[in-house]
């Protein structure tokens, strides 16, 4: 009987390597179809055993201009915070952070709350569990790929990577970051000017 090999066969020994590496920030693209948000699925449950994990995911993200788009974005970190919301009420996180995850979880985000959201829950998991959180981005590109379709990509460009640079690279309470998406997006001023990541394809043999 032959044995079908499935995409989180190798979940276990991947987060163990994941974890030896230097870079903090690692990015996986694989192209659809591939089994990513089956692999991050498990990535997820494997990492739960050691460490909190925000999992967020731009999947399926429409909209026809960059205020919408921003909308949209808003709207799933709305939902990230759902899921953290007991957070609020915790002794143990500030009184101004917990004042802002309300704000937050309320939907009510402006353009620097955006970029600063996942940054303030990171220290706000941090303060209340004692440990940095692992931070799982899937289909991050979806959002480029939105804005180069309705041609406004420029203009989405410095929100998106605001968002990104600061949830990955200026972010002293981020365990790992692993993202994943189809797409290998070469951000402006290059991709160290956003995260110091590790960069893994579907054509590499880890």
């Not at 309705?150 to 993202?179: C, D, P, Q």
Request: hydrophobic share 45%.
């Amino acid at each position: 009987v032959e044995k079908v090999a499935s995409v989180t066969d190798g979940v276990p020994s991947f987060c163990c390597e994941w974890q030896s590496l230097l870079t903090p920030v690692t990015r996986i693209t694989r192209p659809a179809g591939f089994g990513k948000t089956t692999a991050l699925d498990a990535v997820q449950a494997s990492l739960r055993e050691n460490f909190p994990v925000v999992r967020v995911s731009f999947a399926d993200i429409e909209a026809p201009d960059a205020p919408a788009l921003e909308h949209a974005i808003a709207g799933r970190l709305a939902t990230v915070f759902c899921e953290w919301q007991h957070l609020s009420e915790c002794a143990s996180v500030p009184v101004h952070v917990r004042r802002a995850i309300r704000s937050l979880f309320a939907g009510n985000f402006h353009h620097q709350d955006l970029s600063e959201a996942l940054r303030l829950l990171c220290n706000a998991v941090h303060k209340a569990v004692g440990k940095d959180p692992v931070v799982l981005l899937d289909d991050y590109d979806v959002p480029y790929l939105e804005a180069w379709r309705g041609g406004y990509l420029r203009e989405a460009s410095f929100v998106i990577e605001s968002f990104l640079m600061k949830t990955f690279k200026a972010n002293r309470h981020l365990e790992r970051g692993l993202v994943m998406g189809t797409l290998p997006v070469a951000f402006n001023g290059g991709c160290d000017d956003v995260w110091n990541a590790d960069e893994c394809s579907a054509l590499d043999d880890r």
